[in-house]
C-alpha cells in the first residue's frame, strides 16, 4: 500500500509534469495555480486524490484479474459492451477504500473544511484519468464529475463512482479506437470547493475559434447554473468573443462578438440534500447577459494568460460565484482539434446544388455531408442507427460517442459551439449543425438530407443529398504579388474562415449586407419605432432589440461588432468599410423598412448612397452608421477601419457627406481615420482631380462603372449579354482613373466582380499599375498566380482587352 503522503495531494503541490500521479485535469488545476499566481487567475481550492491511491483500491480489492478478463471477454466478441461495462463497473463499485486511504481523504476534507471556514463545504468530485487531456486526444466528459457532494460518507462514495466511470461504455470504447490498454489507464480524483455558479454562471473558453482554428480570438459560452448544461449541450448559450491582441490595452474592450442565447434551462444545486437539480430559467434570465463587458475581458485575459503559459491554444472551463460574484477557472485542457492541423492548408467547400432549407443552427466545422437522416429521441435507440447515416437528435453527451463515429454528419436541437456535440464533431471531423432548437421534428427519419457548414457560422440541414466539391490548398506555397491582393467580406459570421490567406487586408466590407444578415432592421425604424405601423414588424424589433433599453442601441452595437469582427481577420492590415448601399427597394425589405422608404421606377439610380446621408428622410439613421464606426475605431481598438463613400455623384454631395461625418465624430484625419470614395459613377473618373482633394483612395466599382458607361441596368436579365466591365469603354475609363488617382497621389484599387470572374481583366489591371485588386475569398487562390503571371509578363508582351 502506498505511503500516506502518496494519497493525497494539494492542488498547490502538482503541476502539469505530474499528469502520472494525478492525471490531466488536476495536475492542470496545480499548474494554473502555481504557474499563472502573478496574471492572478483564480482557481478553487482544493486537493488530489492520486493515481497510487486508485491502484492501491485495485489491488486491496483483487480487481485486476477480474477486470481484465471482462475486457478481454468484450475484445474477443464472448461479451457485449454493454455486458462488459456493467461487470466491470460492479466489481469496481462493490469495492471498499482500504483504511489508510479513507483516512487520507478525510483528513484533506476537513483540512480543506477548516481554510474556507465550514464544517462540511460542498465540494465537486472530478474524474482525471492519466491518459485525459492528451495533446493528440481529448478525454474531455469520458469519466464523471459529482457536483454538491457534502459529507465524508458522500465524498468516499463519490470517489468510488468515479472509479467505476472508468468502465463506462463510452469509455471503453474510446481506449479501443485509441488503442489504449484499458489497465494502463490509472484515475485520479480531484476534489475542488464548489463556486457557487448555480446562483452565477459558468461555461467554456476557448483561445481560438473552434470552428476555423482562427488564433487571436477568445471564444466563451456562457448559461446560468452549472457548467455542465454549456458541457453537455443542453442548452443553447451565450457566444461572446473578444479579439485578443488588443487585450493588453486596457482602454479598449475589443469583444467582437456577443450573441444572447435562449439559456432555456439551468443545474442549479439541489435546495435539499446532495447532487443537482435541472429547472427552466425565467423569461429575465434567457434575455439577459450571463456575462458583462467587463467580466467578458477578464476571461478573456486570464485565457490568453493560460495560452501563454502552456505554449499552445488551449480549452478552458470558468465559473461565477452568484453569491460573491467572483469568477474562478476550473479547468484547462490542450485544444485537440485546430492545434494538429496545418494552419497553412486551406479546404474550401461548395455545395454545387440547392435544396429547401430544413433546419438552421451553429455550424460545427466548414465541412459538407448528406445522407439518410436518422432521427433518435434516445441513446438506447443507436442500435437501429445506420453507418453514415446523419444523426439527429436532441442533444449528445458521451454515451452517444459510438454512433457519432459512425455518423457523416450530427444534427442536434440544443447545444452551442462548446457543446459536446461540437466538441466530439470537431474531433471527428464530422461536420455538425447545433442548437437548431426543432430540428429533430422539422427532420424526417430516413429522409435524404444534406448538412452544409460551408457557408460561415450558420450552419444548413437542406433536403436532399445535393452534391458538393472541395478544394485544398497549401496557400503557403502561393507567390507573392506586387500588387496588393485584398478581400471582399460581407458576412462577419463568416470572415474567420478566410483568415489563412495571404491576403493585403480587406478590400470592400459592405455595410448593407452586415445590416441585412446580422441586424435586420431598418435604420429609422430603430430611431423611431412609433412611426412602424406594421403589428408584425413591430413585434420584431422588439424581439431582436431585446436587453437594449434604447432600440437604437441595438443597431449601433450590432453593427460596430460585426465591422470589428471583419476588421480583426487581417488585423492590422487595412479594412475598407463602404457605408451603407441599399436601394429604397431593398430598405423598404428590412423589418419596419416599409414605414421609411417611397417606391422609386428604377432604384439603381435613385435615393442611394451619398445622396441618403445628409438628406433629412436618412440623416438619423445615418448617424447612427457613423456611431458604430466611432464605436469600432476608438472603443473596440480597430483604427485599421477605412471608411468609404459609395456612389457620390459630385464634390459638392462629398463636401455635405464629409461634413455630417464630422458632425457625428468621424472627422477626416481625426485619429488616423482615412476616407476613401467608390469611383464607379462617369463624374467620379472626369472630376477625378477633385475628388482625390477630399479623398484619401478610391476604389473602382466596376459594376456600377459598366452600368452607367454602357447604359446597362446591371440588374436587367434582358441585357445581360450586353453588361461586360471588359468593353472598350469601361476599360478607356477604368486606365483614365487609375492614370488621374496617381498623378494626384492617391492610392487607387479596385473591388467589383471583374477581376473575380475574368482573369484576363486582372491582366488588364496589373498592367495598368493598380495598387490593389479586392476579390471575393473563393476566388482568391485561383487569381493569386493570374495575378503574379500578369506581373511578370506586363512590361513585355501586354495587349489591351479588345
Known sequence: MPAPSELVLAFDSVSIADVPLVGGKNASLGELIRGLRDAKVAVPDGFAVTAAAYRGFLDANGLRAPLGAALSAYREGRESLAETGRRARGLVLAGAFPTPTADAVLGAYRALARRIGHDLPAVAVRSSATAEDLPEASFAGQQETFLNVVGERELLDACRRCYASLFTDRAIVYRELRGIDHLDVALSVGIQQMVRSDVGGSGVIFSLDPESGFPRVVVISAAWGLGETVVQGSVNPDKYEVFSPLLSDSSLRPIIGSAIGQKERKLILAPQGVGTLLVETSPAEREARVLDDDEILQLARWAVAVQDHYGRPMDMEWAKDGTTGELFMVQARPETVHSARSQSVL????????????????????????????VLSDVRDIKRFRDGSVLVTAMTDPDWVPVMKRASAIVTDHGGPTSHAAIVSRELGVPAVVGTVHGTSAIADAAPVTVSCAEGAEGLVLDGRLPFHTEEVDVGELPSTRTHLMVNLADPSAAFRWWRLPAAGVGLARMEFIIGSLIRVHPMALVHPERVADVADAQAIRELARGYADPADYFVDSLARGIAKIASTFHPAPTIVRLSDFKTNEYAHLVGGAAFEEHEENPMLGFRGASRYHDPRYREGFALECRALRKAREELGFRNIVVMVPFCRTPAEADAVLAIMAENGLARGDNGLEVYVMCEIPSNVILAEQFAARFDGFSIGSNDLT???????????????????????????????????????IRIGICGQGPSDHPDFAEFLVALGIDSISLNPDTFVRTLPIVADAEARASRDFRPLP
Open 347 to 374: 479546404r474550401v467547400h461548395h455545395l454545387d446544388g440547392a435544396g429547401t432549407v430544413l433546419a438552421r443552427g451553429a455550424a460545427v466545422g466548414d465541412g459538407i455531408a448528406g445522407g439518410e437522416a436518422c
Open 707 to 745: 452600368q452607367l458607361v454602357l447604359g446597362v441596368d446591371r440588374d436587367s436579365e434582358q441585357l445581360a449579354l450586353l453588361f461586360d466591365e471588359r468593353d472598350a469603354a469601361v476599360t478607356s475609363m477604368i486606365a483614365d482613373a487609375v492614370a488621374r488617382a496617381h498623378a494626384a497621389g
